[in-house]
């Protein structure tokens, strides 16, 4: 589904029916997938002599010729976290940057992984028919991450910034000149996935909350763009639901779901306190 909050972007021309590009403001391009239920967004970051390609899609359609449609500059991939439609086209680049957590690295070496191993890629996943015989999860190199690892576009500076809660190898990527966080999975307008902990992920959205509050975030679903105040509005909620403030509701899954004003959490079942 297009949001109409994406209607508001000028559309760019990547001759693709699967891709949907718009034009940001600060020079990122956000590469939306809007016809497959997560609605994931990669963002193609522009400096002056590189360029950061932030995730790689879901793999439906190679990623790589629509960014080679936006820029000429040489493009660092990287990859908020190794979840199926963050990764996709990391095969279609010689190597890409991501945190080092062991699954995640065993991850990176498995091969042709099909639409019939993986349930987020069946027919009902899609808004609209989709060819998923051709759909294949590749092997890529991952190139370790480290805390505050710095990435320089000339003239355009980002900083690496492990968080946990939603996996254990998000990171976030910030530009303290330009006020801009690119927040991956761990905070964008719609239902939250907490996955790996409840009181990591209230730690990182407090943490986050203290430094970026007055930022712009660059949110991996949905709708790219949010204000700085979801941070702490969302660490508010948290705290709530841990002193038991908050009144939810279980899906067929056995997750929790719950809403506090425009903040909704999705809890998967065993997660870590
Ligand atoms: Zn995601």
């Known amino acids: 589904m297009v949001r109409k909050e994406l209607e508001q972007y000028p559309v760019v021309n990547v001759k693709t029916d699967w891709y949907r590009v718009s034009e ?48 000429d500059l040489p493009v660092i991939p990287i990859m908020s976290h190794g979840h199926f439609d963050h990764i996709g086209g990391n095969y279609e680049f010689d190597s890409v ?19 019939e191993d993986d349930p987020n890629i069946q027919p009902d996943a899609f808004e609209r028919p989709v060819e998923i015989e051709n759909y294949c999860r590749r092997a890529y190199k991952l190139n370790p991450l480290t805390e505050g690892q710095e990435f320089d576009l000339g003239g355009r500076l980002w900083k690496v910034k492990f968080i946990g809660g939603h996996s254990d190898d998000s990171v976030v990527l910030y530009n303290e000149k ?14 939250l996935y907490v996955k790996t902990g409840l009181k990591e992920y209230m730690d990182s959205c407090e943490k986050l909350a203290e430094k970026f509050a007055d930022f712009t975030l660059i949110c991996s679903h ?47 079942p065993g997660i870590r306190d």
């Open 24 to 71: 940001l403001p600060h020079k990122i391009y956000a590469i939306c997938e809007p016809y497959h239920f997560q609605e994931v967004i990669s963002f193609l970051i522009l400096g002056e002599t590189s360029a950061i390609l932030l995730d790689t899609g879901m793999g439906l359609e190679p990623i790589r010729p629509v960014v080679s449609k936006l820029t």
């Open 97 to 115: 940057w991501g945190w080092p957590a062991e699954a995640t690295v065993k991850a990176s070496q498995q091969d042709e992984i099909f639409a």
């Open 178 to 191: 330009e006020k801009l966080l690119c927040t991956g999975d761990l905070i964008y307008p719609g239902p």
């Open 222 to 268: 949905n709708i790219p763009l949010a204000d700085g105040t979801l941070l702490s509005r969302v660490a508010t909620t948290f705290g709530e639901l841990c002193r038991g403030m908050l009144e939810g509701e279980a899906d067929c899954r056995g997750r929790m779901y719950y809403r506090n004003e425009d903040v909704e959490l999705l809890i998967w």
